[in-house]
């Protein structure tokens, strides 16, 4: 099949939100902290009526009712998530019951897992899945979803949480563009989670942050390689009409397409230096393994990737900077953010980088080409029209206050992994058509109904 890729798209997030404001106030923080030097405005999060079960109920749900994609026409469904209520049974196992009334159990794909990366692994192989052998012309589905929290602390204000789901096939309006995807692997300890009764990980920020930088050089590296293999001549920047990048927070990423801008500036001539990159020649011998936290350099290649950032990246942090870090659906609310916030007709025929790192670590970096038919009723106009109640969606949220935000933090602390078990949070606040846990048994099987 040509053109495989993705051919709709659904989002969710949370009903309810913090002020990132009011928790650098109730964190005793200065005041800026998360909301400049993170970059965050508003972060989701779950009560103890949600679960990584219910929001993927919920994603896909959504998804079949919006597109009126029948149940029998899924023949893949995978699920990329780093959020573990069972070492055994998958979450897709869980999202098998959506598709009993239908009667189609003939469903290839489990749950993948690695940090953040789980979901691009599941897209991956959904895609491989419809250009393979064993492809039999239905649609593959991925689903991505995390609840992110951590301990109290200076981790906290980067959570998030929300769900993806991606629907995959041929002739699709979002391509992946073949022979050029870039991987780099690594095992390192840099964030994780020994801990099977915790909802919180392990982590070691400054060494994460150095960790997916590091991966970012790597993949970009080996992406403009492989991409000049297949003749796009010497491959920057330039070549990118948008770049999109897993969010921890914003900040890191407008630190890495300046980043992107530092890996142009090593690969450069000196004669393509001394023209486009006007007096950095000071930083011609650096080593970017020198680099990650080098103040001079930053600020250098943040200036100068200024106006690319806001040309190329900005457009697709719109849900990260109001929901937070979703940790697997990350990259890919910022794939959705870029749609909504360009549209149709000015994508057209470009092409999206997209780079996907979850820690441990697992990385890659790998482009979108969108198709040049924006014709009414063209794929392309309908899966971004599909996409346009997500602004007013995220203005329908309830705010609630740190306080608040904090004890509701600690019945999910105190509850986690309890058997027998009957969530404490009301059901009011729920976006309508949303699956909430019901009731955990004493053998831990979790019942979930619709609102
Ligand atoms: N006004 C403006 N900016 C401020 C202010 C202020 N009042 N106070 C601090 N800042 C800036 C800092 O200068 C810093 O900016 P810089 O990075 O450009 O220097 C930024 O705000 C953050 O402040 P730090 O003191 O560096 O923050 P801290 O070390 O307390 O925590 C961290 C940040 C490490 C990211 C932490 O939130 C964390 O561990 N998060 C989870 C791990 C993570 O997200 N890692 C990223 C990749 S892995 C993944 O996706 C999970």
Known sequence: PANVGIVALELIFPSQYVEQIELEAYDKVSAGKYTVGLGQARMGFCTDREDINSLCLTVVTRLMERY?????????????????LDKSKSVKTVLMQ????????????????????????????????????????????????DIAVYAKGNARPTGGAGAIAMLVGANAPLVLERGVRATHMRHVYDFYKPDLMSEYPTVDGKLSIQCYLSALDKCYQL????????????????????????????????????????????????????????GLEGFKDVKLEDTYFDRNIEKAFMTLSKMAFEEKTQPSLLVANQVG??????????????????????????????????????????????????????PLKHLVENLTHIKSQLELRHKISPEEFDSIMEVRELNHHKAPYTPQASLDMLFPGTWYLESVDEKHRRLYKQV
């Open 68 to 84: 009126g994609i029948s149940y029998c026409s899924i023949g893949r469904l995978e699920v990329g998530t780093e959020t573990i």
């Open 98 to 145: 959506l598709f009993e009334k239908s009667g189609n159990t003939d469903i290839e794909g489990v749950d993948t897992i690695n940090a953040c990366y789980g979901g691009t692994a599941a897209l991956f192989n959904s895609v491989c899945w419809v250009e393979s052998s064993a492809w039999d012309g239905r649609f593959a589905l991925v689903v991505a979803a």
């Open 223 to 278: 992406f403009c390689s492989k991409s000049e293999k297949h003749g796009k001549g010497h491959f920057g920047l330039k070549d990118l009409d948008a770049v999109l990048f897993h969010v921890p927070y914003c900040k890191l990423v407008q630190k890495s397409l300046a980043r992107l801008m530092l890996n142009d500036f090593v690969r450069a001539s000196e004669e393509e230096r001394s023209l486009h990159y006007p």
């Open 325 to 378: 870090n979703m940790y697997t659906p990350s990259l890919y609310g910022g794939l959705v953010s870029l749609l909504i916030s360009r549209g149709a007709d000015e994508l057209a025929g470009k092409r999206i980088g997209l780079f996907s790192y979850g820690s441990g670590l697992a990385s890659s970096m790998f482009s979108l080409h969108v198709s040049l038919d924006t014709n009414p009723g063209s």
